[in-house]
């Protein structure tokens, strides 16, 4: 294309060469996933990588858009002719991901919306032109008619596949990126709805002068002729890189010539595909690659189609700087991400009708079973018994229901925040806040009912204080499982592993609470558990308050408690009192917490290697 010619080199890329180590007959080897490739793509310009499966699409995107994780890159990648600063290259940039990782609640507008404001700088765009942006993107990919439609998932129905794939690239031009990385956008899709896709996607890129690379698949014949350049790999070789417009004749002046009728995409990939069926046909597809490769190899030495690395922009010295150091590009304050954050978290939250009954219903009919099932304690040896019972039951309700529902949340979302992180949308502190806010009120919230009823149904001791305070104890050991809830979410997956580890943790704390097990008679070797249990200072705490200065009447000639003190005694619960328990709770609280920070931090982390 014409213009294109004149059109700035947004990225070029020399000699990239990229090998896996791996093992063949038990010994290790370095495997070659991409062989001498170089290239560049201008401003407005849309390239296809074509190939078959396992061709090393995927990997070359990756390494031009800076996503390679493992293995050793070498060669150069340039953008704008300069070296690239990943935090600088990140954000001038957009990669949309095969997979369409998005809130499956939240409606197209919503996305959209959520997307501007964290994305957007608030010292760069009003509230007013960032809704103008949402708009210009629903309308520049025909998305009106979705506006409010929900995103939906496997479970719930949403968007089209079409438009999804459209609502994921609109967040992403959102930001007005200099290079547009899309992997696989038509996979699943429809013919239609994959021309509909491409077209629009290059209609905007050159409408804003975007250079656009996209992996495909075996486009159809009218999506390969809409971009404006193909690279053709094969075994991790380019067999072509040119205008679309030239391929035929190229491949045709080789001896290769398209059938007149035959979809070009379908005639090269088949061209440049291994043929299993047989070791001779194997032998032979692999010298045909082979020759393929090196002879683009010696067309692109020869001149005639050489890559323009060494050419510099005009404009090199305002670029180097913009490209190859760290430019503060601006960044909205950390209340505003925070603010943001916790509003999508709370209206994903409340769209999620099953959770939030099932939040609410459960604590409710749980303190009523449990209530009327120890109802009115009496101050004798059964109700000393009872009162343990019942106490060992406000324990359980404090873990196990609020632990599991938020922990497959916030573990089902952690995609998305890699996806969000990856492009720097906001910082983890906001979001980890956010979390934190949003599970920890509803837990406090839901699972008050069942304190209440639990507590004046069965009777325990009905003073104000005693009330309170028991209260405060049940909040805390709340609020500590939802820090452990995070730890778990953050530190282990995937969600089946969490699952089955948690269940065991949780069940040891509460076996180790004090109450299955007289401490007096544990084994030295387990005996420290219960000094990292939060059950078990929670239980101490409980049941300090409940016995505490209690008098129960026993049976004549009958061995048992005559006062609340002897049972805390009995059970080794008083070694720390009630504040010095909560305070240890607490403390266990804020471990978890940091933990589940540092994890997260640590996980989400990209792992990039930047050449
Ligand atoms: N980190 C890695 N470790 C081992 N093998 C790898 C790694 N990355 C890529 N590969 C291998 O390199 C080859 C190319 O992978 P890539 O995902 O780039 O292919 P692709 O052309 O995108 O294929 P598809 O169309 O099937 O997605 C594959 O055989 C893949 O198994």
Redesign the pocket.
Known sequence: MEQNHAAEVMLSWKDLN?K???VLNGQKVH?T?LSDISGEARAGEAIALI????????????ALSGRI???HLTGSILYRGAKRHPGTFKRLTSYVQQDDLMHPLLTVDETLTYASKLRLANSEYTPQQKTERVNEAIRQLRLEAARNTRIGDATTRGVSGGERKRVSIGAELLTDPHLLFLD?PTSGLDSNSSEMVVELVKSIAVERGIATLV?I?QPSAHIFNMFDKVIL?SQ?RVVYFGPTSSVISYFGDLGYQCPMHENPADYFVRMMTLDYRSEDALTKSKEQVKELADAFAAYSSSGSNKADNEKQPDNLSVIESEASGKIDLPRNSWIYEYTTLARRDWLNIFRNVNYCVSQVLQPIVMGLLIGFMYYYLEDNALGVQNRLGVLYIILVQGTFPIFFPPLALFSAELSILTRERSVATYRLTSYYLSKTTTFMPLVLVSNTPFYIAVYFISRLTIEASKFFIGLGIFYALNAVFVAFMLLFGAAVQPIEVAYVLSTAAITVQLLFNGFFVNFHSVTVVLKWIRWLNPIYYTFSALVQNEMSGKEFTCQPNMQCYTNGDQVISNYDLGRFNIWQSVLLLLMLGGVFYVGGYAFLRWKAKPRYIWI
């Open positions: 990229y896996v180590p791996t495997r996933i190939g078959s499966s396992g061709a090393g699409k995927t990997t070359l995107l990756n994780v493992g293995g696989e992996t698949h790999l991790g």
